[in-house]
């Protein structure tokens, strides 16, 4: 994508990375991509507020090049240390060896530890004001958003809002960059949750603190780090965080995840007949296989849902690993007082429930009914298992 002027001499000089299999070497984005946006201010002085990951170091350039000479830029704004936002920064500095970086002071030594930079780093004090000639920019700590060091920047002028990671999303841009353009918003509202999840949710506190905090700024455009510009309504992606931060401490959505693992097709048909019970009861339920769906995935539900279903086969005497491996990542993130329910075979001994507890607990999950079975389940059992789905399925819409 060329730039694109967001306000007068405000410049998206982002660029798109649809090569990146895995989003901090973690969380899947081969198939929906992500965007890095990078911002440049052309006024009397030259501000670019924050970069791209490295290997994009000569689209970026590019992009800079389609408004103004690399060697003009004045200021650098570093935002977020992370790499997505800085990989370009060494080059940057070689080819603009005058440029004066401006980051918090928890960023100037992060900027040593990444990248042995030192030169030229001015501290930006929370609430500090930097005059480029007609926009002045005031800048906002905002730690752990997502990152200790990070702040957000403020155009008082133009009154955008660069807000780096907070409000971002998942997805590489699809040739419209603002809101109002998109032709596939639900698209991106629902990778800016999977994103929030993936990446900010264990940080809520840090967010609604910071959704405070830049509350009464007279925000007409919200421009973050990753994925659309919000121009027409930025209130939407501001309440999609604020709404997502609140599962943090609230009890999650009247609705059940259901996620399972199957050997052999002996918890699978259980399960089948457990979620015919949810369903039964009107609840809605999401179902994931752990060993084909990866946690990234199974995460937003974990986040956003009341109920859990574990249908989890007895392994080795201790639970089936992928679900192992789900349930310790949803602990990881912070997903806390879950109201759950396990079913699932075991061969010669039981050992899922055990580790299941063991894993959820200290998370504040609470395990409301089981149903283990040996072997293969009966047609009476799976009557049984029905019956079990609806019953969990009731506790929830109780709860
Ligand atoms: Fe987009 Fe926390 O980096």
């Known amino acids: 994508m060329a730039s694109v002027e967001i306000k007068p001499g405000i410049h998206w000089i982002g660029v798109n990375d649809r090569t990146t299999d895995l ?4 969380w899947p984005i081969s198939k929906e991509g992500v965007s890095y946006n990078s911002y440049l201010i052309d006024d009397e002085k030259k501000a670019v507020i924050d970069l791209a990951k490295a290997f994009k170091t000569d689209n970026f350039f590019r992009q800079i090049e389609r408004v103004t000479d690399l060697a003009s830029i004045d200021y650098l704004v570093v935002n977020h240390m992370e790499p997505d936002h800085t990989g370009v920064i060494h080059t940057f500095r070689q080819i603009n060896p005058r440029v004066v970086i401006l980051a918090t002071p928890k960023a100037k030594k992060m900027l040593e530890s990444f990248y042995q930079l030192t030169a030229d780093i001015r501290e930006a004090a929370d609430g500090e004001t930097l005059s480029l000639g007609k926009h002045t920019l005031r800048f906002h700590h905002i730690p752990f958003v997502h990152w200790p060091e990070t702040m957000a920047t403020f155009d008082e002028t133009a009154r955008v809002l660069f807000s780096c990671d907070a409000f971002g999303s998942y997805g590489a841009l699809k040739g419209a960059l603002f809101d109002d353009e998109c032709t596939d918003f639900d698209f991106y509202m629902k990778e800016a949750v999977r994103y929030y999840v993936n ?16 509350a009464p700024l007279p925000i007409e455009v919200i421009a973050p780090s990753h994925g659309l510009v919000f121009r027409k309504n930025p209130g939407v992606i501001v309440d999609l965080y604020r709404k997502l931060a609140g599962y943090a401490t609230g009890p999650g959505d009247k609705a059940v995840t259901l996620v399972y693992g199957s050997m052999y097709g002996n918890t699978e048909m259980m399960m089948n007949a457990v979620a015919q019970g949810i369903s039964r009861e009107g609840v809605p339920v999401e179902i994931f296989d752990a060993a084909r769906t990866h946690s990234s995935y199974i995460l937003t539900s974990l986040w956003t849902k009341a109920g859990v279903m574990i249908g989890a086969p007895t392994y080795e005497g201790s639970l089936f690993p992928p679900l192992e491996q789900a349930l310790r990542m949803a602990v990881l993130k912070q997903v806390k007082n879950r109201t759950a329910a396990m079913f699932g075979s075991y061969g010669w001994s039981k050992g899922a429930l055990a580790q299941i507890k063991k894993i959820t607990e ?8 089981e149903l283990e079975f040996p ?8 009557a049984r298992g029905e019956d079990f789905g609806a019953e969990f399925a009731r506790v929830i819409r109780a709860l």
């Open 362 to 369: 200290p998370a504040g999950w609470k395990m409301s009914a």
């Open 375 to 382: 072997g293969g389940p009966t047609t009476d059992l799976l």
């Open 199 to 214: 990446i900010v949710a264990k940080f809520s506190g840090p967010v609604l603190k910071a959704i405070e905090k830049l």
């Open 23 to 26: 989003f901090e070497g973690i």
